[in-house]
Antibody, heavy 114, light 108 residues
Framework: EVQLLESGGGLVQPGGSLRLSCAAS????????MSWVRQAPGKGLDYVSA??????GTYYADSVKGRFTISRDKNTLFLQMNSLRAEDTAIYYC?????????WGQGTLVTVSS | EIVLTQSPGTLSLSPGERATLSCRAS???????LAWYQQKPGQAPRLLIY???NRATGIPDRFSGSGSGTDFTLTISRLEPEDFAVYYC?????????FGQGTRLEIK
């Protein structure tokens, strides 16, 4: 059974940093591109970032470019988030795939507030 | 970027009825790279349709997708109680990937 389990969310002050993790199991992680998608409270879905199968290709939404860094290692996906802003407050989902997403984690909540 | 506009914003129907949800793109969606997701409260989205008309694994055949170019449709042929949720379309043919704002399907 495919499972994606996010962790690392929490409350952080504006300008702070967080590192999200997504532990993958039930499939061959190295064979799939992976992505992060976020959802602000009560709002719709927003693409954040994606990483290619080998990790050599990384892609970002304009809103996070230069502040967020996606990476992968063994069976885990990461999202390093720096210079956080109030508008980054959202549930962050890890998803399997680089374009459409056939499996999603349950998400981890990031709250940016003073 | 490609803007996806979903209509209606809210759709009120009864179980057993047919639901038709629309997704219109501001530019042509290349190769029909259009997906549909279902999201229930407190849950992650679930992939229903990819490539405009291909059902994802385990999705019942009452769900169907159609369309090309800039106009796409998700049809639920006969609504079951568990189908009442929010539905999002997504285009992945051109960077950046974008989502529609969602259609809420509620019980009448």
């Amino acid at each position: 059974e495919v499972q994606l389990l996010e962790s690392g969310g929490g409350l952080v002050q504006p300008g702070g940093s967080l590192r999200l993790s997504c532990a993958a199991s039930g499939f061959t992680f190295s064979n799939y591109a992976m992505s992060w998608v976020r959802q602000a409270p009560g709002k719709g879905l927003d693409y954040v970032s994606a990483i290619s199968v080998g990790g050599g290709g990384t892609y970002y939404a304009d809103s996070v470019k230069g502040r967020f860094t996606i990476s992968r290692d063994k069976n885990t996906l990461f999202l390093q988030m720096n210079s956080l802003r109030a508008e980054d407050t959202a549930i962050y989902y890890c998803a399997r795939g680089g374009d459409n997403y056939d499996y999603w984690g349950q998400g981890t909540l990031v709250t940016v507030s003073s | 970027e490609i803007v996806l506009t979903q209509s209606p914003g809210t759709l009120s129907l009864s179980p057993g009825e047919r639901a038709t949800l629309s997704c219109r793109a501001s530019q042509i969606v290349i190769s029909s790279y259009l997906a549909w997701y279902q999201q229930k409260p407190g849950q992650a989205p679930r992939l229903l349709i990819y490539g405009a008309s291909n059902r994802a694994t385990g999705i019942p055949d009452r769900f169907s997708g159609s369309g090309s170019g800039t106009d796409f449709t998700l049809t639920i042929s006969r609504l079951e109680p568990e189908d009442f949720a929010v539905y999002y379309c997504q285009q992945y043919g051109r960077s950046p990937i974008t989502f529609g704002q969602g259609t809420r399907l509620e019980i009448k």
